[in-house]
């Protein structure tokens, strides 16, 4: 015969339900669920940090390919690209004020700044520079060393580790094997 379940004691209930311990999660089992949660957390990490890194990488090369225009645009106006081995003396050319000599000139701008990221505004500040993608000033340097013979400039982030030299080998050629190189992005490479 079937007891109502109003019928059974409080004592009967307890029997018959079980264990107490059987009720809930173990704390190897929360613990384990935990690890596998975190786990997960650090491998999206990872990725997003390094689909990140790629697109400041992109971002590098994107902004020295207008860079590396926009020299040869000011190379067709003023007859050679920017003497210089200095990233303000380098905006400050590009944007008009200054010629291949670094003597001031009133020019048309090659770039516009509002498209890169600037350290502060060129045409208030003249030690201005141009920022790569990491926040550190864009390399150039072109016919700044006795003996240069490189047919073109040299123009480069430090890329994501954000070291690097700016050490030019004899000629006026980039120094791509020095210590802290490695990563970084020139403009036509």
Known sequence: MRQSLQQLSSRDLRLRAGPSWK?????????AVIG??????????AVGQSA???????????ELAVLASALE????????????????HLLQALIGRRGPNQEAIT??????????????????????????????????AY???PGWTNPSYVLASAGP???GTATLLSGGFPDVAAPGNADNVYANR
Do not use: H
């Open 23 to 31: 009720r809930g999660f173990t704390l190897l089992e929360l613990l």
């Open 161 to 163: 580790d954000e070291t």
């Open 52 to 62: 990140t890194e790629k697109g400041r990488i992109a971002r590098a090369r994107a």
């Open 107 to 140: 020019g048309r701008a090659q770039i516009e700044t509002a498209r890169f990221a600037v350290s502060a505004d060129p045409f208030v500040q003249e030690s201005a520079v141009l920022l790569d993608p990491w926040g550190q000033p864009y390399r150039y």
């Open 73 to 88: 645009s000011y190379k067709t106006v003023q007859g050679d690209y920017p003497r210089t081995i200095d990233s303000a």
């Open 143 to 145: 016919r700044v060393l």
């Open 36 to 45: 596998v949660i975190a786990i997960l957390t650090s491998i999206v990490i």
